[in-house]
């Protein structure tokens, strides 16, 4: 018997029992649905993981209070970095284009009769540079306003629009913690860069969110959440990160451990990358586990196929069927069900990955190369799985076959 002779009986046999078939399919499509969903979807983590550090601004370094293992063994932050360590990274490091402090606090903000909490950012005009602001009307801080403590703000368009409606905002004065504030300017929508919604935030001088709504809680100056600062250029980030690093141990009179982090973009995207790609393979392996239950089903609806089709085997053999034929129809048998089940289950993976595209902000990608993974290894597994049912049928003796039916 020919290759295509084999082929088409193995069909015929299958599609006579099209629940049992579907049924022993079914392990097969749900793993290479889940594996080549799971990678879709991690890559297009990591995508928009890049993108958002892509929105931060060029060439940004974070320098952060706290060293790495204090920051991750306490819940309070340090206080150790002050508005004078922004301006002297500012003055004395060569390889630094703009430097933005930030001073973050929580107040409720209040125009006429609508009251909101809202995230209150204390920073200087380079903020827009370093991290790729903008401005959609009136204007931003200017030096001016953090040197006279000026009670200005410019709003995010998501407060000024909860404030506001849709009356223009500026020139109208707002409450901060029961201090008068004049709207200067609206940002533009930016919209959330790693979880935190900038356009829900309100921008003001740092010294007067300091020195008005804070107060000095630090003896060596104004303190500041973190300082963003902007390298000259690509090819400067490791000689101002080590620069800045130097620069602030010997403001800090440090001799053992560094009471501050200064992080590169790219030193977060590698860490966020190694995450995201080890959560990927972590999923897919548990994914790929569907893989080996469809294989192990496939065995078991074989082997019982086996002792179904005891007569038909003992009589093809009888007239002349050789081991290696009978062998060749169940292996046939087998990895079409496999073979099947990773089509139908890659068509609805790549399904899950375009709709999760649609519905999240993930830029989900289908991988060929995923593709081509999870459908021969399905194949792989059936044919895997194939190999006992089939020895099993290929010896039984005909003589035996015929006589147990």
Do not use: C, W
Not at 110 to 131: D, M, Q
Not at 297 to 324: C, D, F, P, Y
């Amino acid at each position: 018997m020919n290759l295509a002779e084999s082929v088409k009986m193995a069909v015929a046999t299958l599609a006579a029992n099209r629940l049992r078939s579907s049924l022993t399919m079914l392990g097969m499509i749900i793993g290479n649905a889940s594996v080549i969903a799971m990678i879709g979807i991690g890559e297009g983590a990591q995508k928009l993981a890049a993108e958002q550090f892509e929105s931060l601004g060029p060439n940004v370094l974070f320098v952060a209070p706290g060293n790495s293992e204090a920051r991750g063994t306490t819940t309070d932050v340090p206080k150790t970095l002050v508005l004078a360590d922004a301006e002297a990274i500012a003055a004395q490091v060569p390889s630094v284009k703009d430097v933005t402090p930030q001073v973050v606090s929580r107040q409720l903000v209040t125009y006429r009769n609508r009251s909101t909490n809202a995230s209150i950012l204390g920073t200087n005009p380079e903020f827009l540079i370093v991290r790729s602001f903008d401005v959609a009307q009136g204007r931003f801080l200017s030096d001016l306003d953090l040197k006279r403590n000026d009670r200005v703000v410019t709003l995010g368009a998501e407060l000024a629009t909860r404030l506001f409606g849709n009356k223009n905002p500026v020139g109208q004065p707002v409450r901060i913690k029961d201090v008068s504030f004049q709207v200067i300017g609206v940002m533009a929508a930016k919209g959330s860069v790693l979880g935190t919604n900038y356009d829900d935030y309100a921008f003001a001088p740092a010294t007067t969110v300091a020195n008005r709504l804070i107060g000095q809680t630090s003896p060596y100056g104004i303190e500041v959440a973190f300082i963003s600062v902007s390298a000259k250029d690509a090819a400067s980030v490791d000689a101002a990160q080590f620069q800045i690093t130097n620069l602030l141990r010997l403001r800090h009179r440090i001799t053992g451990e560094d009471d501050f982090t200064v992080r590169s973009q790219q030193d977060i995207l590698t860490l966020v990358n190694t995450v995201t790609s080890a959560l990927t393979i972590m999923l897919a392996a548990i994914a790929g586990i569907s893989l080996l239950v469809g294989g192990i089903g496939i065995m078991n609806i074989m082997l019982v196929s086996v002792t179904e089709r005891t007569q038909e085997i003992g009589l093809r053999k009888a007239i002349g069927a050789s081991q290696s034929d009978i062998l060749i129809q169940f292996m046939i048998e087998a990895v079409i069900l496999s073979a099947a089940g990773g089509a139908i289950g890659t068509v609805i993976g790549i399904g899950g990955v375009l709709l999760a595209g649609a519905a999240t902000p993930l830029q989900t990608t289908i991988s060929p190369v995923a593709i081509a993974l999870a459908v021969s290894v399905s194949g792989g597994i059936g044919l895997f799985f194939g190999v006992v049912p089939a020895r099993q049928a290929a010896k039984l003796d005909p003589i035996v076959a015929l006589r147990s039916t």
